[in-house]
């Protein structure tokens, strides 16, 4: 297999196997929660610049799944179906085609974002949004479910090549998975197959509903969470997975409650932390300043996980071993080089989210041979910047003030 020649990624077809991870890109339009025009402005930019596939930032299923992050996507309003079919529409006529990750927040959002208690498979609290969520009931699984399964339809109707259902990073469907989210005693909890119930209904009653429409799953095959994910776990996941006819996984890792593990950095940004971050962002300035000082000297101290590069790889191998499912590799690639020894390795697809907030043409760059790697420090300011406003990238800089305006674009 080629990097760059033309392919079928689970059911869909693109010019190269060179993919944009689901980023948010906090661009969604503030009242439909559609895609504002800037969003398909930068999804077009994408699509002409070479991108294999782009993977819509998480858009959210139901209300009480919303997120914490001001303007992200929301899949739940029939309002937002007119400018996603523009953005599909649009996405296509650039030559790219476009999948729409779905998600529901779980407990990894808060009651005040969402308007109402937060909901979890189990009562429990997190690390960075300590509201208590309640344990769900079965109405309310039915009801996720449901709200699942209408977003596959509606992303069909409205253009989209595919969804990427999102089973990673803490979310609620990684919640169920994982034993040290769901504690439930009942048919979703308890074991394996339990825990991935919810995951088979929505697959079921979504093929009923849209035949072969392209599905796929983002899965944290490792997470840092005491009896979370760990890799031979992870197999056993992809296995059913395969069998509830998934037809691509791409492999990720980590929780929110992890800290830097599903995009890692060197150090935590403590600069960003302190400018976008509440409550510390919103200290009295001279009080944010020394406390962002004692920080700073800490911040070498504190171990982050390791490696940097290529850090899904060694779990990507072992679902390779064990399934037939099409498989994308997501997580610190950032060279031609581990692009291609990937695709080498049988892999069906590369996946990147910050080497293309940080280059967007970046696709185009390597297949014209103008660059062979990203210009990316992985310093993780972009990850951030979207707790008050759209994504960008900082290279690593932090310019203060950050400002009264970002703080109005979070209440808006
Ligand atoms: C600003 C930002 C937003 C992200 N948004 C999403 C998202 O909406 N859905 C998702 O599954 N992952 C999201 N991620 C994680 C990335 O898709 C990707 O898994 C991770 O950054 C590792 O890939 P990378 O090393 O190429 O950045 C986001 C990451 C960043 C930095
Ligand atoms: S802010 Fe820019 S340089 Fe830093 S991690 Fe994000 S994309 Fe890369």
């Not at 001001?70 to 007119?82: H, K, N, Q, V, W």
């Not at 009653?205 to 849209?210: F, H, I, L, N, Q």
């Not at 300035?285 to 899904?312: G, M, T």
Request: with cysteine; net charge positive.
């Amino acid at each position: 297999m080629q990097l760059f020649e033309q392919c079928t990624v689970g059911k869909i077809r693109m010019n190269n196997r060179i993919i944009r991870s689901a980023t948010h890109d906090g661009l969604a339009d503030p009242v439909t929660e559609g895609p504002s025009e800037e969003l398909i402005r930068k999804y077009v930019y994408l699509a002409k610049n070479d991108v294999g596939c782009i993977i819509q930032g998480y858009a959210i299923v139901s209300r009480d799944g919303k997120s914490n992050y001001p303007r992200c996507l929301g899949f739940f309003d029939p309002a937002s179906e007119e400018g996603y079919k523009r953005l599909t529409d649009a996405v296509h006529e650039a030559g790219a085609p476009i999948v729409a990750q779905l998600a529901h927040c779980g407990r990894q959002t808060s009651g005040k974002a969402i308007g109402t208690r937060k909901i979890a498979p189990s009562a429990k609290r997190h690390l960075l949004y300590p509201d208590k969520a309640r344990a769900m009931t079965k109405e309310d699984i039915a009801r996720v479910e449901k709200d699942f399964v209408d977003a596959i339809v509606r992303a069909k109707k409205c253009g989209f090549d595919g969804v990427q259902l999102h089973l990673a990073h803490g979310y609620l469907l990684h919640d169920f998975i994982s034993a040290n989210g769901n504690k439930r005693k009942d048919e979703y909890g308890g074991n394996l197959e339990n825990r991935m119930r919810i995951v088979k209904e929505i697959i079921d009653a979504a093929r009923e509903k849209t035949g072969d429409f392209p599905i796929w799953v983002k899965l944290s095959a490792t997470d840092k969470r005491s009896k979370g994910m760990r890799v031979g776990y992870a197999v056993e996941v992809a296995k059913l997975l395969e069998q509830y006819g998934v037809d691509a996984i791409e492999v990720s890792c980590g929780s929110v409650q992890d800290g830097m593990n599903t995009m890692r950095s060197k150090r935590f940004p403590m600069d960003a932390i302190f400018a976008y971050r509440e409550p510390v962002a919103s200290l009295p300035r001279a009080l944010n300043r020394f406390v962002l000082a004692l920080a700073k000297l800490v911040n070498p101290l504190i171990p982050q996980p390791k490696p940097l590069e290529l850090y899904n790889l060694p779990a990507a191998r072992e679902l390779k071993k064990n399934v037939g499912t099409d498989l994308i590799v997501v997580g610190g690639i950032t060279s031609l080089d581990e692009m291609n020894g990937i695709v080498g390795e049988g892999f069906q697809a590369v996946s990147m989210c910050r080497p293309f907030i940080c280059e967007p043409n970046f696709a185009k760059k390597l297949k014209e041979g103008v660059s062979t790697k990203s210009q990316c420090v992985m310093c993780n300011c972009c990850g951030l910047v979207i707790e008050k406003q759209p994504v960008r990238c900082l290279m690593g800089k932090v310019t203060y003030p950050v400002g009264k305006a970002e703080k109005m674009q979070k209440s808006e």
